[in-house]
């Protein structure tokens, strides 16, 4: 959900933050290489998190709520699925001998990340438990399923969602007495277990829940790492104690395709700015740490986004007004004050005695305020319109100019001699100097 608007005002509010202002600098702005992707999707102007994943993780473009899989699947129809599967940058590095590895801030089964190792005609079968009858009738498998079976040695994933990984009506472990918190499985499975016994005798596989137990880790002695409901943001650590802890996770994972920072959609879908704009921030963060650890000589990092969000600001602020304060006017129309940020549609949309609601009278500085919209909706959309695409390290200058979103992996792929195109990676195709690529860092916002 990180559109351009997103970046340039998660940009000026990360400057505030830091007694600076509009002339400050994101960690994914220093990238020397700067594109555009196009995020149709095969039948949509604007598009879902699911095809737009499928485009920039498989390299091929989807219909809309399909994951894996190519526009021959039709959405809801598990009969349309077989053949159709495609496969994903995660799986070719994998296949190349690299360590792979899925991290994002929402569920795990969610349609960003699912899309490195599933394959369905729906992005909300979670478990069997949401799946229609037909489609298990069908043969089709759940996504939390396919996490534990489809790449079985996926050295970490860490995310949320393991309610769809046990049996109906278990109860958390970390909040027991919460009914929309139990297991959601019909097949009464326990797939975190699956998930070990997969593993190969002598390997190490460690599954935590919790901070303390992420923290605790001598990732030295680590082959596998499962994590429920962590917090992944930077902020998670204390600064000031928990660097040597925070870079031996990152330096375990920053060769892993498929960081994501996905509660900025969460945040804008709600209407909620502040939430968006402080979660891009910290995802900023994340990226600046994963560049420090890694060398450009070695490593090619790219920072996209899935799709936009029909978010804006604006109203002739001067510099250095709070980003999510107020334009320093009213409206020439109905003589009432409005924030600069506002979406195109949303919950924000309120009319107060049959007029638009005066935003003085209300804390628009609340982590929950709900900025104003044009058109009422209970959830906000994504926007239509192009994503930023930041890359830096060797073949980064491949990703430049405006592309189809489903070039992203080819490029990587190209620059990091995996996949099924690596006829220039012969030792005859080699320049004088060779390029040595043993890392592959890709950072990807969700849906």
Request: proline fraction near 5%.
């Amino acid at each position: 959900g990180m559109g351009v608007s997103t970046v340039t005002a998660a940009r000026i509010l990360k400057g505030q933050l830091h007694g600076q202002g509009e002339e400050s600098l994101l960690e994914m702005d220093k990238f020397p290489f700067v594109a555009l992707a196009k995020t149709y999707n095969t039948n949509a102007q604007v598009p879902d998190s699911a095809g737009t994943a499928t485009a920039y993780l498989c390299g091929v473009k989807a219909n809309e709520g399909t994951l894996g899989v190519s526009a021959g699947v039709t959405r809801d129809r598990c009969n349309t699925t077989k053949g159709q599967e495609v496969t994903s940058i995660l799986r070719w590095a994998k296949e190349a001998g690299k360590a792979v590895g899925i991290v994002t801030t929402t569920r795990v089964t969610h349609a960003t990340p699912s899309a490195a190792y599933a394959h369905s005609a729906n992005r909300d079968w979670y478990s069997d438990g949401e799946m229609p009858p037909d489609a298990l009738e069908g043969g089709c498998k759940d996504i939390a399923r396919q996490l534990v079976e489809n790449i079985p040695d996926i050295e970490v994933i860490l995310g949320g969602g393991r309610k769809y990984m046990y049996p109906k009506n278990v109860s958390d472990v970390e909040y027991p007495h919460e009914e929309k918190q139990r297991g959601t499985r019909l097949d009464g499975r326990n797939l975190v277990q699956a998930w070990r016994e997969a593993k190969p005798r002598g390997k190490v596989a460690e599954y935590v829940w919790h901070r303390r137990g992420l923290l605790a880790l001598n990732l030295s002695r680590v082959d596998f790492l499962l994590g429920d409901e962590i917090p992944i943001p930077t902020g998670m650590w204390n600064p000031a104690g928990q660097e040597e802890g925070r870079a031996g996770i990152v330096r375990f994972v920053s060769n892993l395709p498929g960081s994501s920072g996905g509660r900025i959609d969460h945040g804008h879908h709600e209407g909620k700015a502040k939430q968006a704009l402080h979660e891009a921030v910290e995802l900023d963060r994340a990226i600046g740490l994963a560049t420090r650890l890694t060398s450009t000589q070695d490593t090619l990092s790219v920072v996209t986004a899935d799709h936009s969000h029909v978010f804006t600001f604006g109203g002739y602020t001067p510099r250095g007004n709070p980003i999510f304060g107020l334009a320093p006017m009213q409206s020439d129309v109905d003589r009432k004050p409005f924030t600069s940020i506002l979406y195109g549609n949303g919950p924000g949309y309120k009319i107060v005695a049959g007029e638009r609601e005066n935003v003085s009278a209300v804390d628009f500085a609340h982590a929950d305020y709900q900025a104003q919209s044009a058109v009422p909706l209970r959830q906000e959309t994504h926007g239509g319109e192009d994503v930023a695409v930041f890359a830096r390290g060797p073949m980064a200058h491949l990703l430049h100019g405006v592309h189809e979103q489903n070039y992203i992996p080819h490029a990587m792929a190209y620059a990091a001699c995996i996949g099924s195109n690596r006829g220039h990676c012969n030792a005859a195709a080699r320049p004088a100097t060779p390029l040595l690529l043993p890392f592959l860092g890709l950072l990807l916002l969700l849906c």
